[in-house]
């Protein structure tokens, strides 16, 4: 993968919104953003109600992917632009489930949401209609996902890369900071996991840094080139986030989103957890 | 779950809901204010980031149609930059536990 292939320009977007064929859908966690005004012609994917499981705590299994893509009118041969707000958080985080379930022709809009507010492009309020498909999704790649007990295995041996806020990383805080702060689990972050905040590859106007910037911001942090890499935050999306500058902008094999994140190790009886601002030992 | 706002994701919440009923301002740092233009206008739809001492990125959010934003930090120094279609603005501050009212303006 490459940025070419991964990512699209705003204004790429607003010339191919009535191509056939590109199907653009905003992903976010809080909907009423679409609801107000959206990129025309967009669907939208709400990231609690339609991608995780009501019940299970887990995200969507191949059969309701394919219900929802399907019943959304997604097809399997559909150039999928994904954005949102968040800096694209939700939408990376989709971005990872399309290619988990093998979508051919996924991309995320550079920049999102705040991109096309900050240069002024129009919205829209209309619900398009889409026909129903018969969509069918690959079974789940889980080399790009991470399970907990890979985790607690990859400490000393793999990268790990937190990239929530230091202040999350050094567990002054359990939340980000526009959230209330009162959580059950501890702080802290994974022995040996380098921190390198999300924000870090983000322009102040939510597009990606350049391929050389990028390369530059992981390798100072220590980031080990000969070694496989598991990212992880809170609840999953921001590592996406990284998962997708990682292995879909700088190309880096075997890279994988532990979606269980914080919110999952940070419960676990018995693991270690490091505090402080230093990555800890093994 | 009963906690109202442990948000199980990490989106922002709604930025002109009050404060919800389980936040304790005994151990929170509350930074809140209206975004507004040079003229007092209150900007909606505006991105406000918060950053730490050292610059480096916090949050972030969405004001609501009045201009709200809302973050909920920690003592110390920090500093909000704001982004809008009317422009972009800045303001540092000495946050003390409680709720932080600020006044944040931007300008093209």
Same mark, same amino acid.
């Given at each position: 993968?490459?940025?070419?292939?991964?990512?699209?320009?705003?204004?790429?977007?607003?010339?191919?919104?009535?191509?056939?064929?590109?199907?653009?859908?905003?992903?976010?966690?809080?909907?009423?953003?679409?609801?107000?005004?959206?990129?025309?012609?967009?669907?939208?994917?709400?990231?609690?109600?339609?991608?995780?499981?009501?019940?299970?705590?887990?995200?969507?299994?191949?059969?309701?992917?394919?219900?929802?893509?399907?019943?959304?009118?997604?097809?399997?041969?559909?150039?999928?632009?994904? =954005?949102?707000?968040?800096?694209?958080?939700?939408? @990376?985080?989709?971005?990872?489930?399309?290619?988990? =379930?093998?979508?051919?022709?996924?991309?995320?809009?550079?920049?999102?949401?705040?991109?096309?507010?900050?240069?002024?492009?129009?919205?829209?309020?209309?619900?398009?209609?889409?026909?129903?498909?018969?969509?069918?999704?690959?079974?789940?790649?889980?080399?790009?996902?991470?399970?907990?007990?890979?985790?607690?295995?990859?400490?000393?041996?793999?990268?790990?890369?937190?990239?929530?806020?230091?202040?999350?990383?050094?567990?002054?805080?359990?939340?980000?900071?526009?959230?209330?702060?009162?959580?059950?689990?501890?702080?802290?972050?994974?022995?040996?996991?380098?921190?390198?905040?999300?924000?870090? @590859? @983000?322009?102040?106007?939510?597009?990606?840094?350049?391929?050389?910037?990028?390369?530059?911001?992981?390798?100072?942090?220590?980031?080990?080139?000969?070694?496989?890499?598991?990212? =992880?935050?809170?609840?999953?999306?921001?590592?996406?986030?990284?998962?997708?500058?990682?292995?879909?902008?700088?190309?880096?094999?075997?890279?994988?989103?532990?979606?269980?994140?914080?919110?999952? =190790?940070?419960?676990?009886?018995?693991?270690?957890?490091?505090?402080?601002?230093?990555?800890?030992?093994? | 779950?009963?906690?109202?706002?442990?948000?199980?994701?990490?989106?922002?919440?709604? $930025?002109?809901?009050?404060?919800?009923?389980?936040?304790?301002?005994?151990?929170?740092?509350?930074?809140?204010?209206?975004?507004?233009?040079?003229?007092?206008?209150?900007?909606?739809?505006?991105?406000?980031?918060?950053?730490?001492?050292?610059?480096?990125?916090?949050?972030? !959010?969405?004001?609501?149609?009045?201009?709200?934003?809302?973050?909920?930090?920690?003592?110390? $120094?920090?500093?909000?930059?704001?982004?809008?279609? $009317?422009?972009?603005?800045?303001?540092?501050?000495?946050?003390?536990?409680? !709720?932080?009212?600020?006044?944040?303006?931007?300008?093209?």
């Amino acid at each position: 993968m490459s940025r070419d292939s991964a990512l699209v320009s705003a204004d790429w977007a607003e010339k191919n919104l009535e191509t056939p064929g590109v199907v653009f859908v905003e992903v976010d966690e809080d909907t009423t953003a679409y609801d107000g005004g959206h990129i025309p012609g967009a669907i939208k994917l709400d990231w609690k109600k339609d991608l995780q499981d009501p019940v299970r705590r887990d995200f969507v299994n191949q059969e309701q992917f394919a219900q929802l893509l399907s019943e959304r009118g997604i097809s399997n041969d559909d150039t999928v632009i994904l =954005y949102g707000g968040n800096n694209n958080w939700f939408a @990376a985080y989709a971005y990872w489930y399309f290619k988990l =379930y093998g979508h051919g022709d996924v991309k995320l809009l550079d920049g999102g949401r705040k991109k096309w507010e900050l240069d002024a492009r129009p919205y829209s309020k209309d619900l398009p209609q889409r026909a129903r498909t018969s969509y069918t999704p690959q079974a789940p790649d889980l080399s790009i996902r991470a399970f907990r007990d890979e985790v607690v295995q990859a400490i000393g041996a793999k990268n790990l890369v937190d990239v929530r806020s230091p202040d999350e990383f050094a567990g002054r805080l359990l939340a980000p900071a526009h959230l209330p702060q009162e959580q059950s689990q501890r702080g802290g972050h994974i022995p040996t996991a380098i921190n390198v905040p999300w924000s870090k @590859a @983000a322009n102040e106007d939510g597009t990606f840094k350049s391929d050389e910037e990028l390369a530059k911001i992981y390798g100072e942090a220590g980031l080990d080139q000969s070694k496989d890499t598991i990212a =992880y935050c809170r609840i999953g999306e921001r590592s996406s986030h990284t998962w997708f500058v990682l292995k879909e902008l700088l190309g880096k094999e075997n890279v994988k989103n532990y979606d269980g994140s914080w919110t999952e =190790y940070g419960s676990l009886i018995g693991v270690p957890i490091a505090l402080g601002d230093e990555p800890g030992k093994a | 779950m009963t906690a109202p706002n442990t948000a199980a994701g990490c989106a922002a919440p709604d $930025q002109s809901a009050p404060l919800p009923a389980g936040v304790d301002l005994e151990k929170e740092t509350v930074i809140t204010g209206v975004l507004r233009t040079t003229t007092g206008e209150p900007v909606g739809g505006g991105y406000v980031r918060l950053l730490d001492s050292s610059g480096e990125f916090t949050a972030e !959010v969405v004001t609501s149609p009045e201009g709200l934003f809302r973050f909920f930090a920690a003592p110390g $120094q920090w500093t909000l930059r704001a982004l809008s279609r $009317q422009g972009n603005g800045d303001l540092s501050l000495d946050a003390t536990r409680g !709720v932080n009212e600020v006044g944040l303006n931007v300008a093209a």
